[in-house]
């Protein structure tokens, strides 16, 4: 069956500082897409990536999409306190469209 | 619009009980999706709903069942209930099968 990895599992990291959580699935997909999930809340919905090689950004947040649609990245720069949360990715595969998620990375910021 | 609404919010049972929980996704949404996440994990899959049919179901035992009614709201339930069925317990709705999902509160179940 179809497996999302995500690496890190965690991520402390320095207000200020950058980092990458890096997303990898077994299968190929139809897309992927990201979430995060506050302490306590539910996963919300981040973005959605599609196309082979697409990058997106939300402001301090980029998203990229794998060549061959396989992996997926999240790089965050100059973190911030509201940065808090665990991050996940999650795969689509199109035969049957289930959405699979990856482990997460827990992200906690020292100010 | 109202987001997705779980029901009930917490739970508690015993093992070996029975227990039925409740979604209503956004208005228009015909897809409605199950997920498990224990702490510290993922949301596991658990089912696919769309257009009131079963559209996947995820690696968990027959004690879990569930299913979609015409007004696109589901039900998920899970007898003989086992300590390790404690857990969050997430609805997601979507538009389509190829679209973002939407997550309700979720229901935090506890078997004691």
């Known amino acids: 069956g179809q497996q999302v990895m995500q690496i890190p599992q965690y991520q402390h990291v320095q207000e200020g500082e950058d980092f990458t959580t890096y997303c990898n699935s077994s299968?190929?997909?139809?897309?992927i897409q990201w979430y995060k999930q506050r302490p306590g809340g539910h996963p919300v919905f981040l973005i959605q990536?599609?196309?082979?090689?697409e990058v997106k950004k939300q402001k301090r947040l980029t998203f990229q999409f794998g060549e061959a649609k396989k992996n997926s990245s999240l790089h965050i720069t100059a973190t911030q306190t509201t940065d808090v949360g665990t991050y996940f990715c999650?795969?689509?595969?199109?035969?049957?469209?289930?959405?699979?998620f990856g482990a997460g990375t827990t992200v906690t910021v020292r100010a | 619009d109202a987001g997705v609404t779980q029901s009930p919010t917490h739970l508690i049972k015993t093992r070996g009980q029975h227990v039925t929980l409740r979604c209503s996704p956004i208005?228009?949404?015909?897809?409605v999706s199950w997920y498990q996440q224990v702490l510290g994990q993922g949301p596991q899959f658990i089912f696919q709903?769309?257009?009131?049919?079963?559209?996947g179901r995820g690696n968990f035992p027959d004690r879990f069942s569930a299913r979609q009614f015409p007004n696109y709201s589901s039900e998920l339930n899970v007898n003989a209930l086992l300590l390790g069925d404690s857990a969050l317990y997430l609805c997601?709705?979507?538009?389509?099968?190829?679209?973002?999902?939407?997550f309700g509160q979720g229901t935090r179940l506890t078997v004691v």
């Open positions: 997601a709705s979507r538009s389509d099968l190829n679209t973002e999902a939407f």
């Open positions: 299968t190929t997909l139809s897309n």
């Open positions: 990536l599609v196309k082979s090689g």
């Open positions: 999650a795969g689509l595969r199109s035969n049957d469209y289930k959405l699979s």
């Open positions: 208005s228009g949404h015909k897809s």
């Open positions: 709903y769309y257009e009131k049919e079963e559209r």
